[in-house]
């Protein structure tokens, strides 16, 4: 059995965690259907892994009859569908995977006409509808009617699809798993001289509520004035971020760390005390799924100080394994914060308990194998 993992950008350094999936997988062979090949270095396949779909130049007069004559959309009149669909029938495909919401409404008429089953994975961004595009909102409903089976990452996104006029009985809950080897757990103590170490790994973009992170912290290290907060990750707001670090007088207590992956990732979380990530939903409804670089954090036994937004509330029991604010609370952030550091039992418990869960729940291979499961479900039913 053979599925085509189609994705427009194969990969983006923040997308780790749909390589893990596709590379994972162990009953269905795979290969990458994409528009762009990114970060080969970070994200290696094997030879043939990879198919990039060509540019392909259309005639004048046929494009124009099909654009204008015909009415057919993009897809079409450029000469996509054509490729993409021989490039499936050579590699023998059963299904297709495609890998974000808008990438599916960008696909729509092809699959609409494609014999054979499709999912499509919803992971968060891809939920939001289009103020600029009226008629968006319309495909993205008429891709949850067409495809096989409807992915999410996590309950909130499962409810939003629901909202979108999704037939429920398409949904299935898609987590993506943590490689528990390469985050290892490890017990921690707390530091004597009141120097906790904090971290936020993310991009850094609005909706992971780094702002009020910086806030939250600055009121902490007021309390603790040999705390540190290293943020890790590449984004946008970085110029704006380190304004506002200077702008708080925090200085070289917060260090922006850049991207990091792999054994660098891990060794910065094994030296923190705590996670911090106080998600927000974003004025065009941009939303989080399951942090991953929360998971991996929790897996090593970090606690968590987060809000209660998208799908964190799935992931991070409040009280248990972290604690949860309201979004762009900050003073609820720095009492959490302060809380912790206060009640070393309790800090330690659940670090503990964070690495537990991420254990029972949040482990790769039953996530890919619960993956494979869809698919088989996918071929039955086309």
């Known amino acids: 059995m053979r599925v085509a993992s189609y994705c427009t950008t194969f990969l983006k350094p923040e997308m780790l965690h749909i390589y893990r999936q596709i590379t ?6 795979t290969f990458v259907v994409t528009k762009e090949s990114q970060c080969e270095e970070l994200f290696p396949m094997p030879e043939g892994g990879v198919e990039v779909l060509p540019k392909v130049k259309s005639h004048f007069v046929r494009r124009f009859w099909l654009k204008y004559v015909k009415k057919e959309p993009p897809i079409v009149y450029r000469g996509e569908y054509g490729v993409l669909a021989g490039l499936l029938e050579r590699r023998k495909v059963d299904l297709m995977h495609v890998y974000f919401g808008h ?23 891809d939920v939001q509808t289009r103020a600029n595009d009226p008629s968006y909102e319309g495909r993205l409903r ?61 991009r850094l973009i609005e909706k992971k509520g780094l702002d009020d992170a910086l806030h939250a912290f600055a009121a902490f290290r007021r309390v603790h004035p040999e705390a540190t907060f290293t943020i890790a990750g590449e984004g946008p707001l970085l110029g704006a971020l380190e304004r506002m670090r200077d702008e708080l007088g925090l200085g070289e207590s917060v260090r922006f760390a850049g991207f990091l992956k792999g054994a660098d990732l891990c060794a910065l979380y094994h030296e923190a005390h705590v996670f911090l990530h106080p998600s927000r939903i974003t004025a ?24 209660l937004h998208g799908g964190i509330p799935e992931a991070v029991r409040d009280g248990v394994t972290g604690v949860l604010v309201a979004e762009r609370d900050r003073e609820g952030l720095a009492a959490a ?46």
């Open 142 to 202: 008429e891709l949850l009617e067409t495809v096989t089976l409807v992915l999410a990452r996590s309950d909130s996104l499962l409810e939003r699809l629901l909202a979108l006029g999704c037939p429920p009985e398409k949904l299935r809950m898609n987590r993506t798993g943590i490689p528990l080897e390469s985050f290892p757990y490890r017990e921690r103590v707390k530091p004597a001289d009141g120097a906790w170490r904090l971290v936020q790994a993310c």
């Open 24 to 29: 994972g997988l162990r009953r269905w062979e």
């Open 337 to 382: 914060l302060l809380g912790m550091a206060e009640e070393e039992g309790r800090w330690r418990a659940m670090g503990a308990a964070a690495a537990a869960d991420m254990a029972a729940n949040f482990e790769a291979t039953a996530q890919v194998a619960k993956l494979e499961a869809c698919y088989d479900e996918a071929l039955k039913m086309r």
């Open 284 to 307: 065009d409804q941009n939303q989080e799924g399951v942090p991953n670089a929360m998971l991996e954090a929790m897996a090593t036994g970090l606690p968590v100080v987060a809000t």
């Open 103 to 125: 990438t599916g409404v960008h696909l729509l008429p092809f699959l609409k006409r494609w014999p054979k089953p499709c999912v499509v994975s919803f992971h968060g961004m």
